[in-house]
């Protein structure tokens, strides 16, 4: 027989997701586009929500949303950014939608030499809203979100950042901080998993206010 008190949770973790799956569905098919695709991310947000800590979870509506989100840019990467690339950095698609890229280590020089560009030219927040937008295609909510920027600043962070890496100065790279941010992009691109990544820029920026 189930504990009483395990029953409740059981029932309230439940009727929680019951109530926000509307929601739910509403924001994965926003992102998606496609209804199975929007269902199959809502339903992962259940699993999700079936092995999280409830006590760690203050407001479970804003939780499942996040969850939600993130997975739904996950499935949207996932799609987009096997390519390893991004307009004005990295290599161009072939006209088969391959990269030209035929080994771990090549992929691996390709996205080197695109990080070293990043660090050598964009500031901290002009670099994370740079990689988020070009490279991952975030919508400029979500980046804002991220590095906890308004939307406008994020998208005049952009513009800045396309001018800098045209015309812009060429820094000393710290060469730790170069392999750590090579490593997490091609974890995120390898993974769809881009809770690391997200968290490695966003703590770059300081007061994560300017520029």
Known sequence: MIPI???????NRESAFITTRPRLFAIAYRYLGDAGEAEDVVQETWLRWERADRS????????????????????V??????RETFPGLWL?????GS????????????????????????????????LLRKAFDYPYRCISEVLHLDAAHTRQLVRRAHERIETGRRRPVDITAH?????????????????????????????????
């Open 5 to 11: 008190r395990q029953f409740t949770e059981n029932v």
């Open 56 to 75: 760690a979870v203050v407001n479970a509506p804003a939780f499942l949303a996040k969850t939600t989100v993130r997975l739904s840019l996950n499935v």
């Open 77 to 82: 990467q996932s799609a987009r950014m096997r």
């Open 92 to 96: 161009a698609e072939r006209d088969d």
């Open 99 to 130: 990269t030209g890229l035929d080994t771990a280590a090549e992929q691996h020089e390709a996205v080197d030499l695109a990080v070293r560009v990043l660090l050598e030219k964009l500031s901290p927040a002009e670099r994370a809203a740079y």
């Open 179 to 211: 392999q750590r941010l090579v490593q997490a992009f091609l974890d995120a691109a390898r993974t769809g998993d881009l809770a690391e990544l997200e968290g490695f820029l966003a703590a770059d920026i300081p007061m994560r206010r300017s520029a």
